[in-house]
């Protein structure tokens, strides 16, 4: 039988946490205090939902004018790869490695060798480049 593209995604996902290298950056919300560790994920979400029906932000609204920021911290390849199911339905809040803040502007960068820990940003499934990058709401730009 056919595969989902659910299913195929979340097992997409699998492989690239077996492979990816953990970055070291600092994540600075409205200019406050940086937030500096070995991180596996940071999102910068204005819905809920991202890649293949993960729930990234379970608690995110798309009208109140702030990012949810979810950070997964690293941990132990193993433990990530077992708990990813638990994006799909927003059951990670309380997981140890998850950090979840609000913003309307955002700066990711990274931390020491920038060639070792300049992480890719994805929006969308598309590939603009490498961090540092900042992500800033802009309130009332679009009409809906």
């Given at each position: 039988?056919?595969?989902?593209?659910?299913?195929?995604f979340?097992?997409?996902?699998?492989?690239?946490?077996?492979?990816?290298?953990?970055?070291?950056?600092?994540?600075?919300?409205?200019?406050g205090e940086?937030?500096?560790?070995?991180?596996?994920?940071?999102?910068?979400?204005n819905?809920?939902?991202?890649?293949?029906?993960?729930?990234?932000?379970?608690?995110?609204?798309?009208?109140?004018?702030?990012?949810?920021?979810?950070?997964?911290?690293?941990?132990?390849?193993?433990?990530?790869?077992?708990?990813?199911?638990?994006?799909?339905?927003?059951?990670?809040?309380?997981?140890?490695?998850?950090?979840?803040?609000?913003?309307?502007?955002?700066?990711?960068?990274?931390?020491?060798?920038?060639?070792?820990?300049?992480?890719?940003v994805?929006?969308?499934?598309?590939?603009p480049?490498?961090?540092?990058?900042?992500?800033?709401?802009?309130?009332?730009?679009?009409?809906?």
């Open positions: 039988g056919r595969v989902s593209a659910k299913a195929l979340f097992w997409r996902t699998v492989l690239e946490f077996v492979r990816y290298r953990f970055q070291d950056v600092r994540i600075t919300i409205d200019d940086p937030v500096e560790a070995r991180m596996a994920l940071v999102a910068v979400a819905g809920k939902f991202f890649g293949g029906g993960m729930m990234i932000a379970p608690d995110a609204e798309l009208a109140d004018g702030l990012f949810d920021i979810v950070i997964l911290r690293a941990a132990g390849k193993l433990g990530l790869i077992r708990d990813i199911r638990l994006l799909y339905d927003g059951r990670h809040r309380n997981h140890p490695a998850i950090t979840i803040l609000r913003g309307r502007k955002v700066l990711v960068e990274p931390l020491g060798d920038v060639e070792k820990n300049g992480a890719l994805d929006i969308d499934g598309e590939s480049g490498r961090i540092p990058a900042t992500f800033e709401i802009l309130p009332g730009a679009l009409t809906l």
